[in-house]
């Protein structure tokens, strides 16, 4: 409808205007911020590179040169997929966030509510712990991406089992799904405890660099995968965004307005079980990305998704770069687990933005 | 218009089972620029009647027909287009501003940029475009309704037209929606809704203050134990015999609400 | 008839009576050991004095014959009753194991405890086998191993250069493929590293996650990782993933990344010796004294 923007009058126009442009401008303003954080990710690590040098590297990755040298390959072998994976699963965590915080109508509702954390958790424990016995086909089967597949479905079956108890002839009671989530949690998690008993020396090790969380392997197989687990489930976000909002004043409204609520809601859990369980499967368990990033961006431009969910894209993806990027040069040349660090920033940040918010209440 | 044609809901579906009736048979008529109220007691099945024509509850025997269609045949998208529907209390998750809960009403549209007017229309008809800027969570009860049928008004404050350019009918149900208002409000608010319905909108309030009802709709549905127990004219809500059978009033009480009644239908 | 049978079935059951207080008696006399710790365990059976082994724990993977016998868990999680099951005499257990409540409540159940100490070093290793030795009271066989070995491993580290400068060495637990986790300083591998008058390029104190690029950094000319048997079978792939991120390193140039068993080059065991003579081959191969470099480019 061109004619429709004319009949608006002069001061609201501008009014909208601001409005729109504010938000427009947060969103450039993230997306430079990221564009920065990954020229400076490619900058940071032991190995000393000029400006021009990883500028030239990535100009030949684009280009798809064959690799020259030393100071091509550590870019564009070692750091470039490095800060890729941290740019997709940050967007990923923290999209997937956005979209059970909306669902659940809950600021707490955490990706790791609804269980894929635990579920991918426990899955990759179990690999790696029965390996050699209970698991040996599979692992014979699936080869080297035995792990990262089992945790991905993992998580998938967890999520489905706690929706499946949190509903009841069609209607998804979200106390209830709660509740279950959080019972069951608790299951999978004693689990995963019997698990790592059990296990010896190697495979507690190899527990560790997963439990905590690590960019470090990524690869660029693993990264064509995780970019089709993540990328398109975020293509397909924007559709549901005025949903997501219609839903902020509950099902019933939601319903009233035209949307099928529960059907969406299940494609929801189900693209934010892929984006996580994807991210969980490649690096392992990231916590707070998916919790903070929403809540701190509505405290900045409000709950409205249509801009929640690129700006928490833009913010998820910037906030796990930084994270790596001083896991990776703090106690180098030791690699400290990106999740323990995130963890670390993510607490405090967290905890004042709800005492802010405590505040802001009773002032 | 909308017609309902031997409605019934029984919980527990499952046969054998003891099964609760609900609605049993209910039959209901609403033209366009018809003002109806439906009334009864607590649990006689008002709030149940909304939930099947709003389409928020599907597991129902009979039949309800919108222009002509019924409304199995409707698409969520298409019904919200020409039907609002306002719940007795909505509670919002995260802080929206007033005027973006009131831009939500656009979006079975998609035009929430380009109605601006519309929507301010709609704030200024339920007293709220003062308001617009607060953030809806910390608005008064009585506040927060208005805001709510703001968002309503705009959902269909014009009618769509379809393809060969026909005004599409508009359908205005509101549940119990001025139980947290004063007085002045009460009256200021059904009149703007009296007035909406004076474009032809067809509009069905569910109602729990008698003399409200007396004093602004067309017709009345009484209903009592999930069964239609009268309807027609608002004059029946004169009659003391119905009141005191509707609500298990003693005889003396509902004569004295049919004489304030009355009074009120004269008003 | 009747008589008959019953005098078969008196015969029958003293005869099993009998035999049985026999299998008791050798039983009894005989030592019921447990060894909690895998070089402890190789060390029995190079005393060849297997026959008294009841029980190990996890980390005695070597020989093969170990493996088959019951486990009473890892060694640092020990527990009490789980050993006692056992019957043991002797407790065989290496300083590191606990906790060490569960050798105290032992101690008071009247097994005999024999605890040991690692020390990292050749000597630490003759002396670990003069204390089992002693423990199974074989103290003649223990001096026998214990000498054999000290001649092996000597003449080991006499076969290094003497003019070789110290390698630069990487150590890689091959902890699966997520990662590089490498031996810094005060880990069984540095100790090896060190009596093999190589360097070890960490610096940093036990095992820690490293990232490729500060492998690559640090310049190692020799690559080594170790592997438990059991992880043998998918190392292929890991090796695969291992090798992309430790290209460009010098060591990956010079074909210089081996894979080594666990239990034998960090098992300061009875094997010590053979763990030298393959890595001074690895950490000194003849070819490099006289090729000057195989650098490709």
Not at chain 1, 293 to 299: A, D, G, I, N, Y
Not at chain 2, 132 to 157: D, H, K, P, T
Request: proline letters at 4%.
């Amino acid at each position: 409808m061109p004619g429709a923007a004319i009949r608006l009058q002069g001061p609201r126009l501008a009014l909208l205007q601001s409005a729109a442009l504010r938000q427009a401008l947060l969103i450039f303003t993230a997306a430079g911020l990221l564009v920065l954080l990954i020229l400076l990710s490619l900058r940071t690590g032991p190995v000393e590179l000029t400006n021009a040098q990883v500028l030239q590297s990535l100009w030949n990755a684009i280009t798809f040169a064959d690799i020259q040298g030393q100071s091509d390959w550590v870019v564009r072998e070692l750091r470039l997929p490095r800060t890729l994976l941290a740019v997709l699963i940050g967007a990923g965590l923290a999209a997937a966030g956005a979209v059970t915080q909306g669902v659940f109508r809950n600021p707490l509702a955490d990706p790791g509510l609804i269980g894929v954390a635990s579920g991918a958790a426990l899955a990759a424990v179990a690999v790696i712990v029965l390996k050699d016995s209970l698991l040996a086909f599979w692992v014979v089967v699936m080869g080297p991406l035995a792990l990262p597949i089992a945790a991905f479905l993992g998580g998938l079956a967890v999520t489905l089992v706690i929706y499946r108890l949190g509903t009841r002839n069609g209607q998804t009671q979200v106390a209830t799904l709660l509740l279950a989530g959080v019972a069951i949690n608790v299951l999978t998690g004693a689990l995963t405890g019997i698990l790592t008993y059990m296990a010896d020396d190697q495979a507690l090790r190899s527990m560790t660099f997963w439990s905590m969380g690590s960019l470090a392997h990524g690869r660029w197989p693993e990264i064509a995968a995780l970019s089709v687990c993540i990328i398109l489930p975020l293509c397909f976000l924007p559709r549901f965004a005025r949903l997501l909002n219609a839903l902020l004043l509950g099902e019933a409204v939601a319903t009233h307005l035209g949307y099928r609520v529960q059907q969406a809601k299940l494609w929801l859990i189900a693209v934010a079980a892929l984006m996580v369980g994807a991210g969980v499967a490649v690096a392992g368990m990231i916590g707070f990305i998916g919790l903070v990033v929403p809540h701190l961006l509505r405290l900045l431009i409000g709950p409205d998704h249509r801009v929640l969910l690129p700006a928490s894209v833009l913010l998820g993806a910037s906030l796990l770069l930084i994270a790596d990027m001083i896991a990776r040069t703090w106690l180098a040349p030791a690699d400290l687990p990106v999740g323990l660090v995130m963890a670390v920033i993510g607490g405090p940040v967290f905890l004042s933005l709800l005492l802010q918010q405590v505040k802001h209440n009773r002032g | 218009m909308l017609n309902v044609k031997h409605l019934s809901v029984n919980l527990g579906s499952s046969a054998g089972r003891s099964s609760k009736t609900l609605l049993n048979d209910i039959n209901l008529h609403l033209g366009y620029g018809e003002k109806l109220a439906v009334l009864g007691a607590n649990g006689a099945g008002k709030s149940t009647l909304l939930k099947c024509i709003c389409g928020e509850f599907s597991n129902y025997q009979g039949d309800i027909i919108l222009d002509h269609l019924s409304l199995k045949f409707w698409s969520g998208a298409e019904r919200a287009r020409q039907m609002a529907v306002m719940p007795q209390k909505v509670e919002l998750a995260f802080p929206f501003r007033v005027d973006q809960v009131v831009a939500l009403g656009r979006a079975p549209h998609g035009d929430e940029l380009h109605s601006t007017a519309l929507q301010r229309a709609a704030m200024q008809c339920a007293d709220v475009w003062h308001l617009r800027r607060r953030n809806y969570s910390g608005l008064s009860g009585g506040e927060q309704q208005r805001v709510q049928l703001a968002r309503v008004l705009a959902q269909i404050w014009r009618a769509e037209k379809n393809a060969d350019g026909r005004e599409l009918p508009r359908y205005l149900l509101l549940d119990e929606c001025t139980s947290a208002l004063d007085p002045a409000h009460q009256h200021s608010i059904m009149q703007r809704v009296g007035e909406f319905a004076g474009q032809g909108v067809a509009v069905l309030a569910v109602m729990h203050d008698i003399s409200l009802a007396a004093c602004w709709a067309d017709r009345v549905l009484i209903l009592r134990h999930g069964e239609v127990l009268a309807c027609g004219a608002v004059e029946l809500l004169a009659d003391a015999q119905l009141l005191a059978e509707a609500y298990a009033l003693d005889m003396p009480l509902a004569q004295r609400y049919a004489q304030q009644n009355m009074g009120w239908m004269q008003a | 008839m009747r008589y008959f049978i019953q005098i078969r079935r008196i015969a029958v059951f003293s005869a099993g009576l009998f035999s049985f207080a026999l299998f008791s008696s050798i039983v009894l006399s005989a030592e019921r050991v447990v060894s909690i710790d895998g070089s402890l365990t190789e060390i029995i059976y190079a005393l060849n004095a297997q026959d008294a082994l009841v029980a190990v724990d996890t980390t005695s993977r070597y020989p093969q014959a170990a493996t088959e016998l019951p486990d009473v868990g890892y060694m640092r999680q020990l527990s009490a009753e789980g050993i006692l099951a056992l019957s043991p005499t002797l407790v065989l257990a290496s300083t590191d194991a606990g906790p060490d409540s569960v050798f105290e409540q032992l101690q008071q159940a009247g097994v005999k405890i024999v605890r040991v100490r690692n020390h990292y070093s050749v000597d630490g290793v003759l002396n670990k086998i003069q204390a089992v030795a002693d423990a199974l009271n074989k103290p003649d066989a223990g001096r026998a191993l214990a000498g054999s070995i000290k001649q092996q491993a000597d003449a080991a580290l006499a076969s290094i250069p003497a003019d070789a400068a110290a390698p630069a060495a990487l150590f890689i637990l091959g902890a699966g493929n997520r990662g590089l986790m490498a031996a810094g300083s005060k880990t069984q591998a540095d100790a090896m590293l060190a009596l093999l008058n190589a360097r070890n390029v960490m610096a940093y104190n036990g095992y820690k996650p490293v990232s490729a690029e500060a492998v690559l950094q640090a310049g190692p000319e020799v690559v080594l990782i170790a592997n438990t048997e059991a992880a043998a079978d998918t190392s292929q792939a890991q090796s695969a993933a291992l090798n992309t991120q430790l290209a460009m390193t010098p060591a990956f140039r010079q074909q210089r990344i081996h894979t080594l068993d666990t239990s034998l080059v960090l098992g300061f065991g009875p094997r010590i010796g053979s763990a030298l003579e393959q890595l001074v081959t690895l950490l000194y191969p003849p070819e490099m004294q006289t090729l000057s470099s195989a650098e490709q480019p």
